[in-house]
């Protein structure tokens, strides 16, 4: 496994693979990986010739706020598990070469930014899609490979791909969860033994929101209330939002019928978590 991490030598790297005619598979990662960032790792060996992984703690995505200096980070460990998957290449450029002193551009999507988590995260989504569109120019990947554990960003991504004339196949993986069902997360390192015991509130709540509609409830409010107290009965849970939406445009639905989109975040403790479900009725 090559490991670059400048952007020029990326950039090298990328054009004669392409010079090679092969066709390139990128996974973008914020590292510390898991079986979840795995899986996009297994994706992308079957349907492209090399694939590229990035580990990229990305600062203009966390709030001033929010965990980015305490974001868990372990290359070594990354590095050992990513060359074990057969990955071709780590990319892990430092903050100063993607952002050089002076850089002021970004890339928005309006309409979709503002929505679900984009609500609690003002500047979040603007800070993915610009690294995302960076990271996309400087490897040049034929596919990009993302998890349905994160449903809005999958979506802006589409969105920005189509928009901006990107000639990337955007391919959303399926969510990998837990045996007991809480979905695989880097912040999940977060958890005190007790709030891990806890966590698993999250998709038990949406696990109850299939049945209840699978029974012929299609009441959105009563769906997303029921999901609410399920996540407040929780002594260490605290609702960030639950919302019940139509997974083109984030748009809240009335009423569950045809494809929706059940999002919610949680925080655990200080930790704030997040899953989702779809559902076609
Ligand atoms: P992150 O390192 O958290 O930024 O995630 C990098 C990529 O891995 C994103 O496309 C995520 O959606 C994906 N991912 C993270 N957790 C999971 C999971 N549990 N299942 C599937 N994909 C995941």
């Known amino acids: ?70 974001y868990p980070r372990d290359l070594e460990k990354d590095s050992a598990y990513l060359e074990k998957g057969g990955v071709d290449c780590l990319f892990y450029p430092d903050a100063d070469d993607v952002y050089p002193p ?12 503002d929505r679900l988590c984009g609500k609690s995260r003002p500047g979040h989504f603007r800070g993915v899609a610009t690294v995302v569109f960076k990271l996309f120019n400087i490897i040049r990947p034929d596919l990009a490979f993302f998890g349905a554990k994160d449903a809005q960003q999958v979506l802006i991504i589409e969105r920005m791909a189509v928009d901006l004339d990107l000639d990337v196949e955007i391919v959303t993986c399926p969510l990998v969860r837990e045996p007991d069902g809480l979905a695989l997360s880097s912040r999940n390192a977060y958890l005190s033994p007790e709030e891990r015991r806890a966590a698993p509130v999250l998709s038990r709540s949406l696990r109850w929101a299939e ?13 997303v209330a029921g999901i609410r107290s399920a996540i407040e009965a929780e002594p260490l849970a605290r609702v960030d939002y639950v919302e019940a939406v139509d997974p083109v445009n984030l748009h809240p639905v009335a009423e569950i019928r045809g494809d929706v989109l059940i999002a919610l975040a949680v925080f655990v403790g200080s930790t704030r978590l997040i899953d989702n479900v779809r559902i076609a009725v």
């Open 1 to 70: 496994m090559r490991i670059v991490k400048s952007v020029a030598g990326m950039k090298a790297l990328a054009r004669q693979w392409k010079k090679e005619g092969k066709r390139i598979g990128f996974v973008p990662t914020m590292g510390y990986l898991h079986e979840g960032h795995l899986s996009l790792v297994r994706e992308s060996k079957t349907r492209a010739d090399v694939t590229v992984v990035s580990v990229f703690v990305n600062p203009t995505q966390f709030e001033p706020k929010e965990d980015f200096k305490k």
């Open 102 to 113: 002076g850089y002021r551009t970004y890339v928005e999507v309006h309409g979709l930014q």
């Open 211 to 223: 049945r209840a509609v699978a029974a012929g409830e299609r009441d959105a409010a009563k769906v």
